[in-house]
């Protein structure tokens, strides 16, 4: 067994076979391999960064720092150790300490584009972005193929506000791989953000065809159909929406809108109401709120206007506020309800006579 732990075969099998038990999540057991590789080469630089990126997984902060550490202190013409102690202080915010380690590992080897897309990560961060974006650009250049190296340059790009050359590399990419979800969505995105309503319904209808349950997808067909006035349709995918996320309160204060910009008001307070019924304390909640205290004031202002004027109504609005109003197609919330039943009806033309009309709200 001795023999056998000392052949530099068994250090590559057990690597191996730690990075398997990391990928399936047996942490332990990857863990207990990795030390089983430091008792015959106590130094081994690939050990020692796997073991930092498993106690980091562990929440082992302190642990994971010494292992860098001692991997760059060990090996300091090693550029996977110094990208490995940048990836480190990138996690903390660290950020120029992970620029300068990440820039050494970049000087070590020119062509570790992992290195080149960790630095362009960390100068993003520090707000160097004109940096950043020729750092990945490199990395695209090392590796052609790989096509989130590609989304983050656009993505840097567009943060730089030179969207055309984002635009560009995206295409690039699409045609490496014309299916690819995350390229298909930041495109789409970024037509929509460009107001180019019908590029971005092209690209948001592939990637629904490439991801059918996207709800980002409908997302964007659903602000791109509202820009360009078709209510009908985004508030169909409103609804598609809904059916598949109906405790995401987002969907359907998105639905209560759409409802309220083509009159449907009894439709538009039910869906603010399950706002309220879903997220009771946030500030989408307070907006829900607020849309029905105004829907509620706005009919409620119609209804007592009709009441001073019509005194079959005001007979019916004093045995059901509730029946009354919706045969006159009202649509009130129970909290309207209850203001309407609190109104005293025969007093309503005395005041209409002194004051105008009443305002509720």
Not at 130 to 146: G, I, Q, T, W
Not at 182 to 208: K, M, P, T
Request: with cysteine; hydrophobic share 45%; net charge negative.
């Amino acid at each position: 067994m001795a023999n056998a732990a000392m052949n530099p075969l068994y250090v590559k099998a057990s690597l191996g076979l730690s990075f398997c038990c990391v990928e399936q999540g047996k942490l332990d057991e990857a863990i207990s391999t990795l030390q089983g590789v430091m008792s015959v080469e106590p130094d081994n630089v690939e050990a020692l960064c796997e073991l930092g990126y498993i106690y980091g997984l562990r929440g082992m902060r302190d642990a994971s720092l010494q292992a860098f550490r001692r991997a760059v202190d060990s090996h300091p013409d090693c550029a996977k150790a110094h990208k490995a102690l940048g990836y480190y202080y990138l996690q903390e915010e660290r950020v120029e300490e992970a620029i300068r380690e990440c820039q050494e590992a970049v000087r070590l080897d020119p062509r570790y584009e992992m290195a080149h897309v960790e630095l362009a990560v960390a100068l993003g961060k520090a707000g160097r972005l004109e940096e950043a974006v020729r750092s990945m650009a490199r990395a695209v250049k090392l590796a052609p193929d790989n096509v989130s190296y590609y989304v983050s340059l656009a993505s840097l790009l567009r943060e730089a506000d030179r969207d055309e050359e984002a635009l560009s590399v995206l295409r690039l990419a699409l045609d490496i791989t014309p299916r690819h979800p995350e390229v298909l969505e930041n495109l789409a995105e970024l037509h929509l953000e460009r107001a180019d309503y019908d590029q971005a319904l092209l690209f948001a209808h592939r990637l629904l065809r490439a991801e059918p349950n996207s709800l980002h997808a409908r997302d964007i067909l659903g602000v791109a159909y509202l820009q360009q006035g078709r209510i009908n349709e985004a508030l169909r995918i409103a609804d598609q929406m809904v059916q598949l996320s109906p405790t995401d309160p987002a969907h359907h204060f998105k639905k209560a809108v759409l409802f309220q910009q083509k009159g449907m008001i009894g439709s538009a307070i039910q869906e603010f109401i399950r706002v309220l019924e879903l997220e009771p304390e946030d500030d989408m909640a307070n907006d829900a709120r607020e849309a029905i205290e105004a829907l509620d004031g706005h009919q409620m202002r119609q209804i007592l206007m009709l009441a001073t004027e019509d005194m079959v109504f005001r007979a019916k609005l004093r045995r059901s506020a509730e029946e009354a109003t919706r045969e006159r197609g009202f649509a009130l919330s129970f909290a309207g309800i209850a203001a309407l039943q609190n109104v005293d009806f025969d007093s309503l033309a005395e005041l209409q006579r002194s004051t105008g009309y009443p305002h509720y709200h």
